[in-house]
């Protein structure tokens, strides 16, 4: 009998902890929301800050700007004239590593499949294959690791032999890229006067950036290869150049007469971000427009660092 009326009172005061324990974890939870919703609008506010400090330096800038800048937290984004069209130069090589890891997931290639260098895929420009005598083979996977960190030409010509135009421009298209095609190999310049271009738009480049940083190129382990290869790039004058020593960016360069770009992503102690500047500038030389780059890449970076 004496259980029987002490039960009832057990299980009334086990359900009022439980509802009080509920009760504080709900509040704890209404809190801990209303601080990180508090927290985004003093973020938004300073990207803000951030984006006019920006749009005053594209004014500023003599030529053309195409830029894009994420916060890959948050999903904040600055973009100008996103979708323009703009001589791509070296940037189609990250797309066209992309075409190797989707040509080797259908086992058109593999990666340790060695390719024979011949004097008449030799062009000028960057790279080092250029300087090497004809003759050595090499695998895909080195032709791809030269093509990115050293933004060797020969090297972006071999695999571009190896893959085709036709099936680089439906890889890309397969990718997600809606304005970036490939019409010529790389230092043809006789193509180039006729008017046979390659191009992109910091919004394609910004997109596969994206789509690698998520593990989302073919799957998680192609997009940190991928991003591997990109953080061994050796041109350090544009998004890195003025960022703290050891940074960490996985980033590819661009450059022709005329034009000057980076694209990347930039790693902090207090978040990651997205960054794709692509310039057609006016100047003789590209020095302005890697001035310039490097200038908005720091910009950036000190948003983060002034992050509570």
Same mark, same amino acid.
Request: charged share 30%.
């Given at each position: ?88 130069a070296s940037l189609v090589?990250v797309p066209i590593m ?53 933004s060797d030409n020969t ?9 085709? #135009?036709? &099936? *680089?421009?439906?890889?890309?298209? !397969?990718?997600? $890229?809606? +304005?970036?095609?490939? @019409? ?20 394609? #480049?910004? &997109? *596969?950036?994206?789509?690698?940083? !998520?593990?989302? $190129?073919? +799957?998680?382990?192609? @997009? ?85």
């Amino acid at each position: 009998m004496i259980i029987k009326k002490i039960l009832p009172a057990i299980m009334m005061l086990v359900l009022a902890v439980a509802a009080v324990n509920f009760g504080m974890q709900a509040y704890k939870g209404f809190q801990a929301e209303r601080q990180r919703k508090l927290l985004f609008e003093k973020r938004k506010a300073a990207w803000q800050a951030l984006e006019k400090k920006i749009a005053s330096d594209i004014k500023s800038f003599d030529g053309e700007v195409s830029l894009v800048i994420k916060d890959l937290a948050t999903g904040l984004e600055i973009s100008f004239d996103k979708d323009k069209a703009i001589q791509s130069a070296s940037l189609v090589k990250v797309p066209i590593m992309a075409a190797v890891f989707y040509a080797e997931s259908e086992g058109r290639l593999k990666l340790d499949e060695k390719m024979t260098h011949i004097r008449a895929q030799t062009v000028p420009g960057s790279g080092v294959l250029k300087s090497e005598k004809p003759g050595k083979s090499y695998t895909i996977k080195e032709l791809m690791d030269l093509m990115i960190s050293e933004s060797d030409n020969t090297a972006a010509n071999m695999l571009m032999e190896k893959l085709g #135009m036709d &099936y *680089l421009d439906k890889s890309f298209k !397969r990718m997600g $890229l809606k +304005n970036t095609n490939i @019409s010529r190999v790389m230092m043809d310049f006789k193509s180039r006067k006729m008017g046979v271009e390659n191009y992109t738009t910091a919004s394609d #480049m910004a &997109y *596969l950036l994206e789509k690698i940083y !998520r593990g989302k $190129l073919i +799957n998680p382990l192609v @997009s940190k290869e991928c991003l591997t290869i990109l953080a061994r790039q050796k041109v350090k004058d544009r998004i890195p150049k003025k960022l703290p020593p050891g940074t960490v960016v996985a980033h590819k360069t661009g450059l022709e007469r005329g034009v000057c770009h980076d694209a990347g992503i930039v790693y902090t102690k207090k978040g990651n971000f997205l960054i794709v500047a692509l310039t057609r500038h006016k100047s003789k030389t590209s020095k302005d427009a890697k001035a310039f780059i490097a200038g908005i890449s720091l910009d950036v970076y000190n948003w983060y660092d002034g992050l509570v």
